[in-house]
T-cell receptor
C-alpha cells in the first residue's frame, strides 16, 4: 500500500461548489503539506501543518482552508470553487530531522467548470 | 525568503546522451538540495539529494553538483534512457532555519525532459 494516499484522484465540479480533498499517510510523519501544481509554475505551497494543533498558511492560501483531523490525516477544502483553481493538487509529508525531504502522494486532478 | 530558478524549462535529448538541469538559489543559508522526478500521472519522487557539506554526489547514472559560492546546483543524467522522460524539480531549504522558512522546501519551476529512442 502507498505511504501517502489522496482521494479523490480526479474531480470535476462547478463554480461555487464546496470541495474537499483528503490526504492520509502511514509514514508516521508529523509534517504535512498541500501544494498546487500548474504548468510552468512548479509546486506552490498552499498550507502546511507540523502537528495536529499547528496550521500555517503557505504562499497561495487565499480561497483554501485546511483541517488536520489526526496526525495521519490532512484535508484541503475549497469553500467556493472557481475556475482558476483548476489544477493538480499534491499532499506531502515529512519527518523531523536533519533534512526537509518530503514524500508526495499521487495527486488529485481538479477541474472547476 | 528563498527563491529557486530552474533551467531549462524543456530539454530534449537522444537516448544515450547526457542531460543537465541547472538551478540557482538566493538564500545563502540554504543547505539542503533535493531533486524530484515526476512521471506522468504520479506525484514527485525524490531521486537524489545533497547537503552543503559536499560538492558532488552520485547514484548510478545520476549525479548532483553544488557550488555554494555561486549558489547553484545541477542534476546530471548520463546514458539517458526513454524511462528518464519526466518532469524534474529542484528544491532548496535550510532544515535548521527559524521563522517562516522552517520546515519548507522552495521548488524550482520544473524541467520537462524528453528522451527520444
Amino acid at each position: 500500500d502507498a505511504d501517502v494516499t489522496q482521494t479523490p484522484r480526479n474531480r470535476i465540479t462547478k463554480t461555487g461548489k464546496r470541495i474537499m480533498l483528503e490526504c492520509s499517510q502511514t509514514k508516521g510523519h508529523d509534517r504535512m503539506y498541500w501544494y498546487r501544481q500548474d504548468p510552468g509554475l512548479g509546486l506552490r505551497l498552499i498550507y502546511y501543518s507540523f502537528d495536529v494543533k499547528d496550521i500555517n498558511k503557505g504562499e497561495i492560501s487565499d480561497g483554501y482552508s485546511v483541517s488536520r483531523q489526526a496526525q495521519a490525516k490532512f484535508s484541503l477544502s475549497l469553500e467556493s470553487a472557481i475556475p482558476n483553481q483548476t489544477a493538480l493538487y499534491f499532499c506531502a509529508t515529512a519527518g523531523t530531522g536533519s533534512t526537509d525531504t518530503q514524500y508526495f502522494g499521487p495527486g488529485t486532478r481538479l477541474t472547476v467548470l | 525568503g528563498e527563491n529557486v530558478e530552474q533551467h531549462p524549462s524543456t530539454l530534449s535529448v537522444q537516448e544515450g546522451d547526457s542531460a543537465v538541469i541547472k538551478c540557482t538559489y538566493s538564500d545563502s543559508a540554504s543547505n539542503y538540495f533535493p531533486w524530484y522526478k515526476q512521471e506522468l500521472g504520479k506525484g514527485p519522487q525524490l531521486i537524489i539529494d545533497i547537503r552543503s557539506n559536499v560538492g558532488e554526489k552520485k547514484d548510478q547514472r545520476i549525479a548532483v553538483t553544488l557550488n555554494k559560492t555561486a549558489k547553484h546546483f545541477s542534476l546530471h543524467i548520463t546514458e539517458t534512457q526513454p524511462e528518464d522522460s519526466a518532469v524534474y524539480f529542484c528544491a532548496a531549504s535550510n532544515p535548521h532555519a527559524g521563522g517562516t522558512s522552517y520546515g519548507k522546501l522552495t521548488f524550482g519551476q520544473g524541467t520537462i525532459l524528453t528522451v527520444h529512442p
